[in-house]
């Protein structure tokens, strides 16, 4: 089976976390596709940072959600990764969507279940929609969201003591998936925990996405689980180990 190679907010070893310029390197590192955060601002656009506010990569303390568009598009989210990216500017989902038409665009919504009829609306203008994969960590965000998709992949993202109690039996998590008819799961790279799940997940023929791998033997050792994509910040390094197929 072909692994697809996600780079986890663009290639983000080499530039700044979700900006334009850690796509581009994504894609000339031949990543099948690359992965993004989306938060809802205050003029409700859909907007390409990871954290609640820019307080971390930026160079201006806003908190995205009580702020407009045009107020995000005046912060620098790329001094702060090096000179070089001076001047990177948070993208909307829609200019990274129209800018990256050959690479697969995973979208992590942060935002809770208000965003689900923004984020329809916005890639119902998309054609190539099987390019697309929407997936969180928020149910709630899920149940809305799927009262609006017809077609894009979507996935659970899962992880144990996190969104999930730590007893959950893995058959909950599946019946879950199936109930809201989900595409598969996005689960962490803890393998004690996966290593005995993978039958179940693979058996029920879910899609299956494992999150941030840049570990090449975690990586050879999840392939061999029967995942689909890999999310890793190195996708040069995880493609060359894993389309090579030596080992």
Same mark, same amino acid.
């Given at each position: 089976?072909?692994?697809?190679?996600?780079?986890?907010?663009?290639?983000?070893?080499?530039?700044?976390?979700?900006?334009?310029?850690?796509?581009?390197?994504?894609?000339?590192?031949?990543?099948?596709?690359?992965?993004?955060?989306?938060?809802?601002?205050?003029?409700?656009?859909?907007?390409?940072?990871?954290?609640?506010?820019?307080?971390?990569?930026?160079?201006?303390?806003?908190?995205?959600?009580?702020?407009?568009?045009?107020?995000?598009?005046?912060?620098?989210?790329?001094?702060?990764?090096?000179?070089?990216?001076?001047?990177?500017?948070?993208?909307?989902?829609?200019?990274?969507?129209?800018? *990256?038409?050959?690479?697969?665009?995973?979208?992590?919504?942060?935002?809770?279940?208000?965003?689900? *009829?923004?984020?329809?609306?916005?890639?119902?203008?998309?054609?190539?929609?099987?390019?697309?994969?929407?997936?969180?960590?928020?149910?709630?965000?899920?149940?809305?969201?799927?009262?609006?998709?017809?077609?894009?992949?979507?996935?659970?993202?899962?992880?144990?003591?996190?969104?999930?109690?730590?007893?959950?039996?893995?058959?909950?998590?599946?019946?879950?998936?199936?109930?809201?008819?989900?595409?598969?799961?996005?689960?962490?790279?803890?393998?004690?925990?996966?290593?005995?799940?993978?039958?179940?997940?693979?058996?029920?023929?879910?899609?299956?996405?494992?999150?941030?791998?840049?570990?090449?033997?975690?990586?050879?050792?999840f392939s061999k689980m029967g995942v689909n994509s890999i999310t890793t910040n190195i996708p040069d390094k995880i493609r060359k180990?894993?389309?090579?197929?030596?080992?």
């Amino acid at each position: 089976m072909d692994i697809k190679i996600i780079a986890h907010r663009g290639a983000s070893y080499y530039a700044p976390e979700n900006t334009i310029a850690a796509f581009y390197i994504a894609q000339e590192l031949q990543a099948d596709g690359i992965e993004l955060d989306v938060h809802l601002t205050k003029d409700n656009k859909l907007v390409v940072i990871h954290d609640k506010t820019t307080e971390r990569t930026g160079d201006k303390n806003v908190i995205v959600s009580k702020a407009t568009l045009e107020e995000l598009k005046a912060i620098d989210v790329g001094s702060w990764f090096g000179p070089q990216f001076k001047g990177e500017k948070i993208p909307t989902l829609e200019e990274v969507i129209n800018k *990256f038409r050959d690479l697969e665009i995973y979208i992590e919504i942060k935002s809770g279940k208000e965003a689900a *009829f923004p984020l329809f609306s916005a890639l119902e203008k998309v054609k190539e929609k099987e390019r697309l994969m929407v997936f969180s960590f928020d149910y709630s965000f899920l149940l809305e969201w799927q009262k609006f998709n017809k077609n894009v992949r979507t996935l659970w993202i899962v992880e144990y003591g996190y969104n999930i109690s730590e007893d959950e039996p893995i058959e909950r998590i599946i019946e879950k998936i199936e109930y809201i008819n989900l595409t598969g799961i996005s689960t962490d790279s803890n393998l004690d925990i996966w290593e005995k799940h993978a039958f179940k997940i693979v058996s029920k023929k879910l899609y299956w996405n494992v999150w941030t791998i840049d570990d090449e033997d975690i990586a050879k050792k999840f392939s061999k689980m029967g995942v689909n994509s890999i999310t890793t910040n190195i996708p040069d390094k995880i493609r060359k180990v894993l389309k090579g197929k030596n080992f």
